[in-house]
């Protein structure tokens, strides 16, 4: 099973965010993540406002299926 869980890391101690999935004894992989250098960081919600679109008949069965349907 892998699941991911998050937490802080301070004072060298790891403090869990979220309560890991199991309690038993575990190996883990720890990743630091630097957010002032992520791209994510950079990114403002709603900026793709208007650079998409989706068609009228998005939702309709496609032609080229009709056969499977």
């Known amino acids: 099973m892998h699941k991911t869980v998050e937490g802080i890391f301070e004072n060298g101690k790891i403090i869990f965010t979220e309560p890991p999935p ?3 004894k575990s190996n883990v992989f720890i990743t630091f993540l630097d957010f002032e250098k ?4 950079n990114l403002t919600l709603g900026s793709w406002k208007g650079m998409y679109s ?4 998005f939702n309709e ?3 080229d299926l009709k056969d499977y349907m």
Do not use: A, G, R
């Open 22 to 24: 199991i309690q038993t």
């Open 38 to 41: 992520s791209p994510v960081s």
């Open 61 to 63: 069965p496609m032609e």
């Open 54 to 57: 989706i068609p009228d008949n």
